[in-house]
């Protein structure tokens, strides 16, 4: 089993392959706007990892 598995219905409509993109790399800004660097930047390897695994199709 994957962490996030493209093919499970949950992922099926675009808009939640979105949501589960954008929701951390907002976090990401969130985190970086209040000076902590380490959590943007976990936040934006979470969010950049979604994006490569549900988006690329």
Do not use: I, K, S
């Amino acid at each position: 089993m994957r962490f996030l598995d493209p093919q499970d219905p949950f992922f099926r409509p675009r808009w939640r392959r979105w949501a589960v993109t954008l929701a951390p790399l907002a976090w990401a800004g969130v985190e970086l706007a209040m000076g902590n660097a380490l959590w943007a930047a976990v936040f934006a390897a979470a969010g950049a990892y979604a994006g490569w695994v549900l988006l690329r199709r």
